[in-house]
């Protein structure tokens, strides 16, 4: 029998676990409807209606629309605490895979935005340092983690903007895998520890 002490922390466990699943469904059928209609045509009760839940509570998750959108689109999960470099190296590429998939024109329009706009720029600047936050928590905290999770964040952002806005030829016309492949020892370089 557990004692009451460990049931309380079983029980306080599992409901983060929730919450972190809750999340992830709804960043899941943002994506997806993000994808499908563009930024102006999802709404927030259609993305809760997908994840199951309330549209209250994607709004208590995100706080709006635009930051749900931000989230959902630019930003990759972030790896449980205890990944591997290579599941948190698939999930950057996994993301980036469903960027070079090809962006909704809303997201095209906030990428060029934020350079330009300072409210863009804001809502960019917090959604990167989101992604930052994240990746660097699964990395080694004495190999530089965050400097390591900004170059990673940098790099696969200059590709989607040369890919999505710039249209460079060699990256056009390579296959999303390739690229992807090609990628992968330098992120590998970057989220692993020096020996």
């Known amino acids: 029998m557990p004692t009451p002490h460990q049931s309380r922390a079983d029980h306080h466990q599992s409901r983060a676990d929730r919450r972190r699943a809750t999340e992830a469904r709804i960043l899941d059928g943002a994506r997806e409807l993000f994808a499908e209609r563009g ?3 999802t709404t927030i009760r259609a993305v809760a209606t997908s994840a199951g839940v309330d549209p209250a509570l994607v709004m208590q998750y995100f706080g ?5 959108f931000t989230t959902a689109v630019q930003a990759a999960p972030a790896p449980p605490p205890d ?6 190296v ?7 895979g469903l960027k070079l998939g090809g962006l909704p024109e809303g997201t095209l329009a906030m990428m060029r935005s934020m350079l330009t706009d300072p409210a863009a720029a804001d809502h960019a600047r917090a959604a990167l ?4 936050d994240g990746i660097g928590a699964a990395l080694p905290e004495d190999e530089d983690p965050e400097l390591r999770a900004a170059l990673v964040v940098s790099t696969l952002l200059g590709v989607s903007v ?3 806005m710039l249209g460079l030829s060699p990256l056009r016309e390579a296959p999303a ?3 992807a492949a090609l990628l992968r020892p330098a992120l ?3 989220t692993t520890p020096a020996p």
């Open 39 to 41: 930024f102006d045509r």
């Open 64 to 68: 709006s629309k635009r930051e749900l």
């Open 83 to 88: 990944a591997g470099p290579d599941t948190l």
């Open 90 to 96: 698939d999930q950057l590429l996994a993301t980036l």
């Open 129 to 132: 340092g989101r992604q930052i």
């Open 162 to 164: 040369g890919h999505q």
């Open 177 to 179: 895998d390739r690229i």
């Open 188 to 190: 590998a370089a970057l």
